[in-house]
């Protein structure tokens, strides 16, 4: 089945310095790629929608500025958290939406785990 | 508005008993419903969805799923436990309009030999 990847998978830094993440579509294309985050004991909530060559729809409430996303291409989507605080430690999860697949299918990478010192 | 409760936060059977895990939701119009599961550092997997078609909802690995819109609820069954089962279930619940996945908090399954 398609494979979406993200890379790091977890990832320690200091306060105030940035911090990307990314996430590949392994084996399609997604023109659409959504990014997701995860605080423990709790839901995933949706932080923005990465559309491939347009700008990022973002989710009441996520600073666009502090989470820039970057969907240059069919198969890579970037999330660069910006001066980040402990207060941005978390789970990351992105997946993508198969061009070629119904709007119902979305796979799923592993995750990235973001802690800040 | 929409949301999705998943019941309990774990559950543990024996293995070869049956598994329940419950998801309750809400939505104003007949929304899309899902099913994943996610074991330790892999990405989630889709166990099954439900999209308007049969209410009774066969997915992967044994699993199935009933819509029952009377009492907005999407619980997760399967006959047998297998060890290979234990993960962390996801309830997600798709409104007919937008792109937006409504997850539920999780359950996480342990599965006693």
């Known amino acids: 089945g398609a494979v979406v990847s993200q890379h790091p998978s977890w990832v320690i830094c200091k306060s105030g310095t940035s911090v990307k993440i990314e996430c590949r579509s392994l084996?399609?294309?997604?023109?659409?790629m959504f990014w997701y985050r995860q605080f423990p004991k709790q839901s995933l909530m949706l932080m923005a929608t990465s559309n491939e060559g347009s700008k990022a729809t973002y989710e009441q409430g996520v600073e666009k500025d502090k989470f820039l996303i970057n969907h240059a291409s069919l198969t890579l989507s970037t999330l660069t958290v910006t001066s980040a605080h402990p207060e941005d430690s978390s789970f990351y999860i992105c997946s993508a939406r198969d061009r070629l697949a119904g709007e119902e299918t979305q796979y799923f990478g592993p995750g990235t785990r973001l802690l800040v010192l | 508005a929409q949301s999705v409760t998943q019941l309990d936060s774990h559950v543990s059977v024996s293995e070869g008993t049956p598994v329940l895990l419950r998801c309750n939701y809400s939505?104003?119009?007949?929304?899309?419903l899902f099913w994943y599961v996610q074991h330790p550092n892999k990405g989630l997997q889709l166990l099954l969805k439900y999209t308007s078609a049969a209410t009774l909802v066969k997915g992967i690995n044994g699993f199935e799923a009933e819509f029952k819109k009377s009492e907005t609820s999407f619980h997760l069954t399967k006959p047998s436990a297998h060890m290979s089962d234990a993960a962390e279930y996801f309830c997600?619940?798709?409104?007919?309009?937008?792109?937006?996945?409504?997850f539920g908090t999780g359950t996480s399954l342990t599965v006693i030999p």
């Open positions: 939505s104003s119009y007949s929304p899309s």
């Open positions: 084996d399609f294309q997604a023109t659409t």
């Open positions: 997600v619940v798709r409104p007919i309009t937008g792109n937006q996945f409504y």
